[in-house]
């Protein structure tokens, strides 16, 4: 098995940034694909930001964003200390939503994963709420 917890949601302002990190324990997290997805209430859960395994071998291909966040977010990965963060600019109050930390373990090399199913590992949630 593999346990994500996610951690660093809370208040922001409209404009704000905000950084989130997810730890990860057990599996082998340097192959394992990573993603954001986020769930606002009565929404379904959709689709943030994904990484590879191995992003610096892809350079940009390594990562994918959704278009509403594009341009405001940053998905990054220290495999040395099983992390994966995602750091949100100029946040607006449609990103407010629980934030959720996905795992995909196996991956294959340079596959990034957009899907929900596609994923079999998932943390608990952080909260984001952004005022206006």
């Known amino acids: 098995q593999v346990l994500l917890v996610e951690s660093g949601g809370g208040l922001v302002q409209a404009g704000g940034s905000l950084r989130l990190s997810c730890a990860a324990s057990g599996g082998t997290f340097s192959r394992a694909a990573m993603g954001w997805f986020r769930q606002a209430p009565g929404k379904e859960r959709e689709f943030v930001a994904a990484i590879t395994w191995a992003p610096s071998a892809w350079g940009s291909l390594g990562t994918r964003y959704a278009d509403s966040v594009k341009g405001r977010c940053t998905i990054s990965r220290d495999n040395a200390k099983n992390t994966v963060s995602l750091e949100m600019n100029a946040l607006k109050p449609e990103d407010t939503a629980v934030y959720y930390c996905?795992?995909?373990?196996?991956?294959?090399?340079?596959?990034?994963?957009?899907?929900?199913?596609?994923?079999?590992?998932w943390g608990q949630g952080a909260q984001v709420t952004v005022s206006s």
């Open positions: 996905a795992a995909r373990l196996p991956s294959t090399s340079g596959m990034l994963y957009l899907r929900t199913n596609e994923y079999g590992f």
